[in-house]
């Protein structure tokens, strides 16, 4: 069973930087793309951005310059720092991993639990 645990959300004033993190664990032989997902309050959840096993990354348009995603392979851990950070991007940030080779085969679209970022103006 594949579990992800993400970490390091909190309140933090407009303006400022926070850093997530987020580990896979379970019986895991490799990720294919991890990500970061963020739903505000009335809203659908949404892409922030992706990253393939290879490094290849994705950003939304909106943290493109100001969000830098990397992971670590030999850990299945995926980060995001977040600069620059707007008000408007108050919202459970989410982990996702997808393609996720295991001792059953191949598994689809997990979720973290997620970790509330706050950000005050």
């Known amino acids: 069973q594949v579990q992800l645990v993400e970490s390091g959300g909190g309140l933090v004033q407009a303006g400022g930087s926070l850093r997530l993190s987020c580990a896979a664990s379970?019986?895991?032989?490799?990720?294919?793309?991890m990500g970061w997902y963020r739903q505000a309050p009335g809203k659908q959840r949404e892409l922030v951005a992706t990253?393939?096993?290879?490094?290849?990354?994705n950003y939304a348009d909106s943290v493109k310059g100001r969000f830098t995603i990397t992971r670590d392979n030999a850990r299945n851990t995926v980060y995001l720092r977040m600069n620059s950070l707007k008000s408007e991007e108050t919202a459970v940030y989410y982990c996702?991993?997808?393609?996720?080779?295991?001792?059953?085969?191949?598994?689809?679209?997990?979720w973290g639990q997620g970790t509330k970022v706050t950000v005050s103006s």
């Open positions: 990253i393939t096993s290879g490094g290849t990354t």
């Open positions: 379970g019986s895991i032989f490799g990720i294919s793309t």
């Open positions: 996702n991993a997808d393609r996720i080779l295991t001792m059953g085969g191949y598994e689809h679209d997990y």
